[in-house]
């Protein structure tokens, strides 16, 4: 099972230009013949403000230590990506179901459902 999954995957620019491998959520299973995952970014650079899209993973929560990531992170609900799971290249850990709950509640906000 992939869904809450955190895994590292080259991630583009906003310019398209290039891409850095960086730590994503998985948000879906993998869907169709190519395999096809729906991530989030991750970004270890907290913003200063917050967007409702945004969610905070403090490195002191108890769940932070199954995720795999190092330092207190930023989920970017707003920052898409879809990818083929041939592109990931690691897995780093996994959210813990009332995290990915919180996900959801965000997700579901996003797109108004």
């Known amino acids: 099972m992939l869904k809450g999954k955190i ?3 080259p991630f583009p620019f906003d310019d398209l230009s290039s891409s850095k ?7 879906t299973e993998p869907i169709g013949e190519h ?5 989030a970014f991750i970004s270890s650079q907290i913003p200063k ?5 945004d969610i905070l993973f403090d490195s002191s929560n108890q769940d932070f230590k199954n995720s ?7 989920i970017r609900l707003h920052r898409l990506m879809t990818i083929t799971l ?6 780093l850990g996994e959210l813990s179901q009332p995290k990915l709950f919180e996900v959801n509640a965000h997700l579901k906000k996003l797109f108004q459902l």
């Open 49 to 53: 403000q917050t967007l409702e899209t």
């Open 86 to 91: 041939s592109l990931v290249q690691r897995e």
């Open 7 to 9: 895994l590292l995957v």
């Open 35 to 39: 395999e096809h995952i729906v991530v």
């Open 68 to 74: 795999g990531l190092k330092v207190s992170s930023s």
């Open 21 to 27: 491998v960086r730590p994503t959520i998985c948000l």
